[in-house]
């Protein structure tokens, strides 16, 4: 009888450690070879030239930039929780986003992006470093956007920094043929899948949950589409922004955790979210379902996540909440362990021009709160003398808080 399929936090545990026990392992072995010593001359010439061109695998390894069996367990892994037969692992973000950039230029060239997209993000679009011609589309007016030579779709959702949610499927109905990039970041797949939408490609920085613990700086793609999957990794051999083992290593060891981490950190989230609400020093709270798109949050996500952005009116009150930021530490990224508090306007998002800032909703008063694990008594402990640093005269908006 086939077992019934394993729930996530099952595969989360076992995904992409299925040859451990044939190695005689139980701990994930780490490959750190640069090169790899071959049997026969003609052999390993075919493998280089599979490797080259986006074979998954080959007979021989042949050198580190082709293959690693460290990089594609951790890959395994991913494709796994994503429901993707695929997945196609970066030395970060960045190089995961850029790879798929690149990848049109082979079925186009032309992109649709939707705005607000991670600051960097935005600033490889607009910069002209990759020779792509953009053209920026509102969500619901995508297919106006789309030519001919049209190859991307590129959304992010939730947004970052402001966690509005874009309608995956109803993008992907608007792209039609055209194939549709979710950077979905923010939302780690016990969170959110969007194959599952009918993305073709789901992209995260690994920095953030998937690592989990502030110590790696990775990005995966994930697709069920063997060509796209090919030409990704034809992309990252031809351009070297190859994973480094070791931080696969730790982003694999980190996955097992990663339901329990994301979900306790949500229900912390949820909480603090509430008590943001009803805080007199908060003009603006934003976080997903709770304050906007509760129909389509419950559509396309399980749950808010872990990150609310708030507003404490300007940039000094906003300098003046992280400078008493207690145990929640300044900084960006997010998706740690430890709760980590920043200002978008000028950190994250200080490159994107004031225009688009503006009409993104990026104001000066805006923090970004990514919620760890720690207790949510302590956090909003810190959070209120936080708060009281900022307003020492308060400017009521709101009732008094009850907590
Ligand atoms: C951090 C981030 C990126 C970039 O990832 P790196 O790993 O820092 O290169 C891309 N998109 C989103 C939404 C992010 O938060």
């Known amino acids: 009888m086939t077992p019934p399929p394993a729930a996530f936090t099952t595969r989360a545990v076992h995904a992409g450690r299925q040859d451990l026990r044939s190695l005689g392992v139980h701990a994930l072995p780490i490959d750190l070879s640069t090169t790899y010593p071959f049997d026969d001359l003609p052999a390993a010439a075919d493998s280089l030239y599979d490797l080259a061109h986006g074979a998954a695998s080959a007979d021989e390894p042949i050198y580190a930039r082709l293959h690693n069996p460290t990089v594609a367990r951790c890959e395994a892994a991913v494709a796994d929780l994503e429901g993707a037969s695929d997945t196609i692992a970066f030395g970060s973000g960045m190089a995961a986003i850029t790879a798929a950039l690149l990848a049109t230029q082979q079925r186009g060239g032309h992109v649709v992006a939707v705005r607000p997209l991670y600051g960097t993000t935005d600033h490889l679009l607009t910069s002209g470093l990759l020779g792509l011609e953009v053209t920026w589309a509102d969500a619901p007016r995508v297919a106006e956007a789309l030519r001919d030579d049209t190859a991307l779709v590129l959304i992010e959702t939730p947004a970052n920094p402001t966690l509005d949610l874009v309608d995956m499927a109803a993008v992907v109905e608007q792209a039609g043929d055209v194939p549709v ?13 969007p194959l599952a939408h009918g993305a073709t490609l789901s992209v995260h920085s690994a920095t953030k949950f998937l690592g989990g613990h502030g110590d790696v700086v990775a990005g ?11 030409q990704l990794r034809h992309v990252r051999v031809a351009t070297g922004g190859v994973l480094h083992p070791m931080a696969a290593y730790l982003m694999h060891r980190s996955l097992p955790t990663l339901p329990q981490r994301v979900n306790r950190a949500q229900a912390t989230a949820t909480i603090l979210a509430d008590r943001l609400l009803s805080h007199a020093g908060v003009s603006t709270v934003r976080f997903p379902g709770r304050t906007h798109q509760g129909n389509l949050c419950a559509r396309q996500m399980d749950g808010p ?19 008493q930021s207690g145990r929640m530490t300044p900084a960006v990224s997010l998706g740690s362990v430890d709760t980590l508090i920043q200002h978008p306007a000028s950190l994250t998002h200080g490159v994107v021009g004031e225009e688009a800032k503006a009409t ?5 008063g805006l923090l970004r709160l990514s919620v760890g694990l720690e207790d949510a008594d302590d956090l909003w402990h810190d959070l209120e003398t936080a708060l009281a640093a900022a307003t020492p005269v308060a400017t009521a908006h709101a009732p008094e808080s009850t907590w």
């Open 181 to 193: 990039m979710v950077d979905s970041t923010f939302a780690p797949p016990v969170i959110q899948r």
């Open 305 to 323: 996540g872990t990150i609310i952005a708030f507003d404490v009116g300007d940039a000094e009150a906003a300098r003046r909440v992280l400078r």
């Open 360 to 364: 993104s909703g990026i104001t000066p």
């Open 220 to 230: 995966v793609v994930s697709t069920s589409e063997d060509e796209w999957a090919a």
